[in-house]
């Protein structure tokens, strides 16, 4: 079955530390990738995408992702988390058809 | 540019009451608008697609009759849920693609919460 897997449900991370999210999807070609950031009550913001060329990606807040063909993964990573990044993380994908499918989200603790 | 509102952000309704939730393009025109529900602590789930002048396209389970999309114009889609209960309660998020843009690139709203008591 089809499917986008985030394994983390919740990550604690210390402020000032690396930050690595994890993604894996399931669609026979490569899709469309995407990471969404959403605060709490808020809408979603999109981070960064991937659609073809260079495998690593930059996004904004200093986030970037790389895609893994291989391993059919796209996760996304920070190498110095601030306080302000604490929220929630969704990767998504888009196989066909421009709908998206969204993993279960990746909550981010982040401790002073 | 590329932002899309809702209206309103929070609703609270007693149970057997409908309600209307807005998505609005402010900048540009989109041709699709997309339908969300994210229930607490969950991943938000597409509901359906809402083509201008079209009828909607709903994702499997999604009970067509009870959540009413109409998309009469290229800056405004509205999300019905009628007769509403309990189970409803929900973030109700929407996105729109410009016309013109590649499928993939979907822009979101807010969301709306809807409480229903």
């Known amino acids: 079955a089809q499917s986008v897997t985030q394994p983390d449900i919740h990550i604690t991370v210390s402020e000032g530390a690396s930050l690595e999210l994890r993604c894996n999807y399931s669609y026979g070609a490569t899709p469309y990738l995407f990471w969404y950031v959403q605060s709490p009550g808020q809408g979603l913001q999109l981070l960064l995408k991937?659609?073809?060329?260079?495998?690593l990606v930059q996004g904004i807040k200093g986030f970037e992702a790389e895609f893994k063909r291989s391993q059919s993964s796209f996760n996304l990573r920070k190498p110095s988390v601030h306080w302000s990044d604490a929220a929630e993380y969704f990767c998504a994908v888009v196989p066909e058809e421009g709908k998206f499918y969204f993993g279960s989200g990746t909550k981010l603790n982040v401790k002073p | 540019g590329a932002v899309v509102s809702q209206h309103p952000s929070w609703v609270i309704c007693k149970s057997g009451t409908s309600v209307k939730i807005e998505c609005r393009s402010l900048?540009?025109?989109?041709?699709?608008m997309f339908w969300y529900r994210q229930f607490p602590k969950q991943s938000l789930m597409l509901m359906a697609t809402s083509n201008e002048g079209s009828k909607a396209t709903y994702e499997q389970g999604v009970e067509k009759d009870k959540f009413l999309i109409n998309h009469a114009s290229l800056t405004l889609s509205t999300l019905t849920v009628t007769s509403a209960h309990p189970e409803d309660s929900s973030f109700y998020i929407c996105?729109?693609?410009?016309?013109?843009?590649?499928?993939?690139?979907?822009?979101f709203g807010p969301g709306t919460r809807l409480l229903v008591l």
């Open positions: 900048d540009f025109q989109a041709t699709t």
């Open positions: 991937y659609f073809s060329g260079d495998t």
């Open positions: 996105s729109a693609r410009k016309a013109g843009d590649n499928q993939e690139t979907q822009y």
